[in-house]
């Protein structure tokens, strides 16, 4: 009987997944990116916009911590894109983050993405957003803001997928 049950079930959570789209989240940043503000602050944009696609039934995976990604002429041929194809994603957000230094400490300023179809190579959309446009409040924590802008960046480019 558990067989009768099992069996269906997971044939249904099987389809379920070959229908999700897979998106490799690639983060850049303009500062050092083993100092341990930058990283926090990397990590709670990428979770932000991890768990807006998430949500949003699409199987996300990021790139960790990489150093480089050069601009070369043809974006196919970037790093990012390399790791999008080799990981089976159809999508590809890169997000450049840009940090500026307060007192002893970095925060994050603005971030720049670009969302691509791994395919094709074509940009879907693109756009930037800076701290004052996803903070509420002055005494907001950082990572807080930092998740908020992954979440924004993330409904930019969720916003191309559902026309």
């Given at each position: 009987m558990k067989n009768r049950v099992i069996v269906p079930l997971l044939f249904i959570m099987t389809a379920a997944l070959l229908q999700a789209e897979t998106v490799l989240i690639f983060t850049r940043?303009?500062?050092?990116?083993?100092?341990?503000?930058?990283?926090e602050q990397q990590s709670?944009?990428?979770?932000?916009?991890?768990?807006?696609?998430?949500?949003?039934?699409?199987?996300?995976?990021n790139a960790g911590i990489v150093e480089t990604n050069e601009k070369l002429e043809i974006p196919s041929e970037r790093l990012s894109f390399r790791m999008a194809k080799q990981g089976g994603a159809y999508y590809l957000l890169e997000i450049d983050v840009d940090y500026r230094d307060i007192d002893d400490s970095v925060e994050v300023s603005s971030a720049a993405y670009r969302f691509y179809d791994?395919?094709?190579g074509d940009i879907l959309t693109e756009g930037s957003l800076t701290?004052?446009?996803v903070e509420s409040r002055p005494d907001t924590p950082v990572?807080?803001?930092?998740?908020?802008?992954?979440?924004?960046?993330?409904?930019?480019?969720?916003?191309?997928?559902h026309l």
């Open positions: 940043n303009s500062h050092n990116p083993e100092l341990e503000a930058v990283m709670a944009i990428e979770d932000g916009v991890m768990e807006a696609f998430f949500d949003a039934g699409h199987i996300v995976f791994v395919m094709s701290v004052a446009d990572k807080t803001v930092c998740s908020h802008m992954g979440a924004s960046i993330a409904s930019g480019a969720l916003s191309k997928l």
